[in-house]
Antibody, heavy 118, light 111 residues
Framework: EVHLLESGGALVQPGGSLRLSCAAS????????MSWVRQAPGKGLEWVSA????????YYADSVKGRFTISRDNSKNTLYLQLNSLRDEDTAVYFC???????????WGQGTLVTVSS | QSALTQPASVSGSPGQSITISCTGT?????????VSWYQQHPGKAPKVMIF???KRPSGVSDRFSGSKSGNSASLTISGLQADDEAYYYC???????????FGGGTKLTVL
C-alpha cells in the first residue's frame, strides 16, 4: 500500500525559511516523478514543484521560482521542499503527490500546514 | 497561463446525473489527452477519479466518467449519492510551463 507522509509545516515569519519532507513507502520511489501541490485556506489546488524520478530535472511554478528548491533522497525514499524568502501568500497546506505533468497525481499525502505570518 | 475554468458550483438530487465542465486552451486541454479529475472532501487530501480524459483508476465507481471536446473537458457523475458531495478539480498538462494547471474547483452539492 502506498503511503506519503509530509512533515515540517510550521508558523514562520515573512522572509523566513522552512524545509518540508515527504516520506514515501509502498512503491519503487526512485522510479517516479514526485510533486508538491499546495492549497491556500479556502482556495483551490496549485501545483508548486516537481522532480524527475532519477533526480534529474526540477520544475517550478513561476510563483515560487528562485525561492523554493525541490530535492529527493532516493536512499531514504524521501522528498523535500526547501522554502526560502517566505511570503504571506505562501500560507497553505502543502501536499506531496506521486506523479507529474504527463502522469497524473496518483497518490497524495495528507498535507502539512505552512503559515507565514508576523 | 491561467488556471482552467470550472463552474464554482453545481448541484443535483440523489440518483440524478451532473456534469462539471473544465475549459482550457489549445496549449493545455486542447492539445493533450492528459486531463485528470480529483475529488476532495473538506479537510482531506484530493483523490484521483479520472485520468487521461476518461480512464478510471482501480476502485473508482463507474458512475464517474470523463470526456473531452476541443479545449474543454467534462466530468459526469451519474446516480448521485450523498458521499459524492465534495469539491472537484480538473487538471491538465500544459505546454511550456507551468506544466500543470488546475481548475479553480467546483463544489458539488447533493440536495
Amino acid at each position: 500500500e502506498v503511503h506519503l507522509l509530509e512533515s515540517g509545516g510550521a508558523l514562520v515569519q515573512p522572509g523566513g525559511s522552512l524545509r518540508l519532507s515527504c516520506a514515501a513507502s509502498g512503491f519503487n520511489f526512485n522510479n517516479y516523478d514526485m510533486s508538491w501541490v499546495r492549497q491556500a485556506p479556502g482556495k483551490g489546488l496549485e501545483w508548486v514543484s516537481a522532480i524527475g524520478g532519477g533526480g534529474g530535472g526540477t520544475y517550478y511554478a513561476d510563483s515560487v521560482k528562485g525561492r523554493f528548491t525541490i530535492s529527493r533522497d532516493n536512499s531514504k525514499n524521501t522528498l523535500y521542499l526547501q522554502l526560502n524568502s517566505l511570503r504571506d501568500e505562501d500560507t497553505a497546506v502543502y501536499f506531496c503527490a506521486k506523479g507529474f505533468a504527463r502522469d497524473y497525481f496518483e497518490y497524495w499525502g495528507q498535507g502539512t500546514l505552512v503559515t507565514v505570518s508576523s | 497561463q491561467s488556471a482552467l475554468t470550472q463552474p464554482a458550483s453545481v448541484s443535483g438530487s440523489p440518483g440524478q446525473s451532473i456534469t462539471i465542465s473544465c475549459t482550457g486552451t489549445s496549449s493545455d486541454v486542447g492539445s493533450y489527452n492528459l486531463v485528470s479529475w480529483y475529488q476532495q472532501h473538506p479537510g482531506k487530501a484530493p483523490k484521483v477519479m479520472i485520468f487521461e480524459v476518461s480512464k478510471r483508476p482501480s476502485g473508482v465507481s463507474d458512475r464517474f466518467s470523463g470526456s473531452k471536446s476541443g479545449n474543454s473537458a467534462s466530468l459526469t457523475i451519474s446516480g448521485l449519492q450523498a458521499d459524492d458531495e465534495a469539491y472537484y478539480y480538473c487538471c491538465s498538462f500544459a505546454r511550456g510551463g507551468p506544466f500543470v494547471l488546475f481548475g479553480g474547483g467546483t463544489k458539488l452539492t447533493v440536495l
